[in-house]
């Protein structure tokens, strides 16, 4: 089955700064790649997802990048916000969703 | 508004209990999904379903059962619950038009087993 790692576990980052988080997964037919964010007490909440056949997307101050042929994909966030510290997911999908194991941001004002 | 539900929100329970957590979905999607998560942790599949009368078991549902007899009603029971139960259980459904659609999830169920 498909195994997704994520890196790095915790992140901090002054307000302002940029984030990068990053995955790898192992299923090349792996065909779709969310990206959530959890707040505390909160529900998961999709904030960007990208497509096999793309290899860029950017919304706003988020953007996601995906290597096929590397099989990584990773999170870029840049200018960073207090309210951007939150745990974040990433997860490669066929018919069934794995998820990476977390990454802790936190933003210093 | 279309969203995923979950009932109760909180459950404290002793153990030995058989508890059934709710989810309904209004969101007109065929695939339905449970996983287990502690707070801000890994979240573990515990069973998923396609569609009605569709169940497969994910990777901890040893002691779990499910049922998927409507499209938008996706029920997780527990037979004998102990305290190793005790997590947040979110319940999460996805489009069936394409494969590659987002998982939206429910605001969970905050089990306690004492």
């Known amino acids: 089955g498909e195994n997704v790692e994520q890196h790095p576990s915790t992140l901090s980052v002054q307000e302002g700064d940029s984030a990068v988080i990053k995955c790898t997964y192992s299923d090349s037919a792996s065909n779709y790649f969310p990206w959530y964010k959890q707040e505390l007490g909160k529900r998961p909440q999709l904030i960007i997802d990208i497509r096999s056949n793309v290899g860029e997307k950017k919304d706003q101050r988020i953007a996601v990048t995906l290597n096929k042929t590397a099989k990584h994909f990773s999170l870029h966030i840049t200018e960073t916000q207090p309210e951007d510290s939150a745990v974040y997911f990433c997860a490669a999908s066929i018919n069934q969703f794995y998820f990476g194991t977390g990454t802790s941001l936190t933003v210093i004002p | 508004e279309a969203d995923i539900y979950q009932t109760p929100r909180y459950l404290v329970i002793g153990t030995g209990k058989k508890i059934t957590l709710e989810c309904s979905q209004t969101m007109g999607h065929d695939k339905m999904y449970w996983y287990q998560q502690d707070p801000g942790m890994e979240l573990h599949l515990i069973h998923y379903?396609?569609?009605?009368?569709?169940?497969e078991k994910g990777d901890l549902s040893s002691e779990s059962t499910v049922s998927r007899i409507r499209t938008e009603h996706f029920p997780l029971t527990l037979e004998s619950a102990r305290p190793s139960h005790t997590s947040q259980y979110l319940c999460?459904?996805?489009?069936?038009?394409?494969?590659?659609?987002?998982?939206?999830f429910g605001n969970g169920t905050r089990l306690t087993v004492t």
């Open positions: 999460a459904s996805s489009g069936s038009k394409r494969s590659n659609s987002p998982l939206h």
């Open positions: 379903s396609y569609g009605v009368n569709s169940t």
